[in-house]
């Protein structure tokens, strides 16, 4: 009785070893030649044909929402002609690696748990690792390398797609001077910003995909065991991102000190 | 000329439920051997710990002096590329059509031309019949063509032990006969090792040249075809016959009461043991052996009318 509570207890850390354990074998992948130049193009592109209008279409009004807040709050304080740096702010720092990580997680990622889990149950792995090849080496590498590069990309679209968004709320609803949004840019923002979104992009991506193709690829007991997996894989991806969003901000912000003036 | 296969005390249990436990056996170099079992017995995971996609938790598993149950990964990944595998749906995969399936292995690891690996997969297209079906995907074929076209990628490396894991499940009698006959033709022609998994005492009783039989977490017997079709001991008559009478059950075994009720029963006589599929060209396997001759030797007397021509197959079948 003491030893089954003790496995239940611990149940959760192996499966968080395994994946620890996966992603470490991913990572060994990375440097196994030869590289699969095809399946990483092939796969890049798919990432990026289901994501790239959902995150387009996700990022006006996250740009919106935050001009809306952020806007209404800098005016109480009667600071209107900053508007424009704090939501270059909110969008580059968070909104754009948040917002990429939710659609890389929920489109691609999803797409790639389904894909492998499929896979798996139609013994196509199995019968990949009997001749000889190695699947995570033929097929999660590329997968992985793919969700980092257009997770970077997509950054970069939401980036200008929330600004702009804002932009236009700003101006059009909350009678903000277009001068005013514009000018103020880079009164708080300064380059760092960028350079963190854009790593805090390729993390996430990396995650997404790990996670996914780890699911996918442990999935077991028919169609329904590769719902479960595709399940798991976007639940377990967005606890995760969240949980390092905060960390790798934490670190961001004590190391990177805020401009001044 | 094929690989012997030494497997020593094999134990398998997924979490505290025993799979098998101390499975000895050796599979001859060259010959076909069937394994069989009642469903749930844990035949595909045998098949899938001999080829290492699974680790046992007891024993070993001798092949060319490297321990499957044991070596290091990339170990594994040497000695799988003596294996063909024909797994239970074909395992085709789902992305490539025919042509590039069972060119694959191929491209991956050998550095033959284009026009070489064209040669290779024609030839193992015809084999296996599927001549002007290369440009289909596998969704778009029967699941008797999806077996023909995994058998065909797992013979295209020239493997010396070739897996078979229920080439008949989901086949109907005349595709299985094919099959079977295609079975005993390759070992012919390529003199490899082969196992087949299968719980169709069709193909049990007429392909293999020995015959395993998995029962109740052990294996039952295994030993010459002869031997296991002549073979008195309650579970391996029963199960090569088809019978209900015998100590195998609907769901496990059957309890110490319907034992007893069905005690007085007669069993129905052994069944006579039909001729051994010969290859269509007549010319004998390297490890046929005549019809009899292991009863001969042993001097135990078939049941009579075995070895003759046009005797009807195993009841029930």
């Known amino acids: 009785m003491a030893s089954s509570t003790a496995t239940r207890v611990l149940a959760p850390v192996g499966a968080a070893g395994n994946l620890f354990a996966f992603a470490l074998d991913v990572g060994r992948g990375l ?12 796969q890049a592109w798919f990432i990026a044909s289901v994501t790239i ?9 996250f740009g919106a929402v935050i001009a809306l807040q952020v806007g209404g709050l800098i005016k109480q304080f009667g600071a209107q002609s900053f508007t424009g740096s704090a ?55 590329p997968r992985v390398l793919a969700a980092m590069l257009v997770a970077v990309f997509l950054n970069g679209l939401v980036s200008v797609v929330g600004v702009a968004g804002g932009y236009v709320f700003n101006v059009g609803l909350q009678g903000g001077t277009p001068g005013a949004y514009i000018a103020s840019f880079t009164a708080l923002a300064q380059l760092p910003d960028l350079w963190v979104g854009l790593l805090k992009a390729l993390i996430f991506g990396m995650i997404a995909a790990i996670v996914a193709a780890y699911k996918g690829m442990n999935a077991n007991g028919g169609p329904k065991g590769v719902g479960d997996a595709v399940n798991e894989s976007v639940v377990i991806t967005f606890v995760l991102l969240f949980i390092v969003n905060f960390v790798l901000s934490a670190i961001y912000l004590q190391v990177v000190p805020p401009k001044t003036g | 000329m094929g690989v012997e296969i030494e497997v020593n005390d094999l134990t398998k249990s997924f979490g505290k439920q025993l799979i098998w436990g101390d499975v000895s056996l050796t599979i001859p170099a060259g010959e076909i051997c069937v394994m069989l079992g009642p469903s749930g017995t844990g035949k595909s995971v045998f098949l899938k710990t001999l080829i290492g996609l699974l680790k046992p938790d007891r024993g070993s ?18 000695i799988r590329k003596l294996f063909g595998v024909l797994f239970q749906d074909g395992a085709m995969f789902g992305s490539m059509n025919l042509y590039d399936n069972i060119a694959f292995p191929l491209r991956e690891h050998t550095k033959k031309s284009e026009s070489e690996i064209r040669a290779i997969v024609m030839e193992k297209l015809d084999i296996t019949g599927l001549i002007g079906t290369e440009h289909k995907l596998p969704g778009e074929i029967s699941g008797g063509m999806r077996k023909r076209a995994g058998l065909a990628r797992a013979l295209v490396l020239d493997p010396e032990i070739v897996l078979f894991d229920e080439p008949d499940s989901g086949l109907d009698p005349v595709r299985t006969s094919f ?12 003199d490899a090792t082969f196992l087949i998994v299968t719980h169709d005492i069709n193909t049990a009783r007429t392909v293999p040249d020995n015959i395993g039989l998995l029962y109740h977490k ?18 391996v008559r029963q199960f090569l016959n088809a019978q209900k009478i015998g100590p195998i059950g609907m769901s496990e075994e059957k309890d110490a009461d319907e034992l007893a009720a069905e005690s007085d029963q007669e069993l129905p006589p052994l069944p006579p043991i039909p001729m051994q599929l010969e290859p269509s060209n007549g010319i004998a396997r390297r490890s046929q052996r005549e019809p009899g ?12 009318g075995s070895f003759e021509d046009n005797i009807s197959m195993a009841p029930g079948a």
Request: glycine content about 6%; overall charge negative.
């Open chain 1, 31 to 42: 440097f196994r030649r030869p590289f699969q130049l095809r399946e990483f193009i092939q």
């Open chain 1, 53 to 61: 209008i959902p995150t387009a279409l996700v990022a006006i009004p």
């Open chain 1, 87 to 141: 939501s270059v702010l909110a969008v580059v720092q968070q909104a754009a690696p948040i917002g990429t990580a939710l659609l890389i997680a929920g489109a691609g990622g999803s797409a790639i748990a389904a894909d492998l889990g499929a896979r798996k149950i139609r013994e196509e792995l199995d019968a990949m690792m009997v001749l000889g090849i190695d699947p995570i080496q033929r097929l999660v590498v």
């Open chain 2, 61 to 78: 598993i001798i092949i060319e002096g490297t321990d499957i149950a044991s070596c290091s990964e990339r170990e594994l990944y040497e």
């Open chain 2, 179 to 190: 099959l079977n006959q295609l079975i005993v033709d390759l070992n012919a022609q390529i």
């Open chain 2, 218 to 235: 052990h294996l039952a017997m295994f030993g010459p075809r002869e031997m296991l079709l002549s073979s008195e001991e309650p579970v």
């Open chain 2, 293 to 304: 001759a292991w009863c001969r030797e042993q001097g135990i007397t078939p049941p009579p």
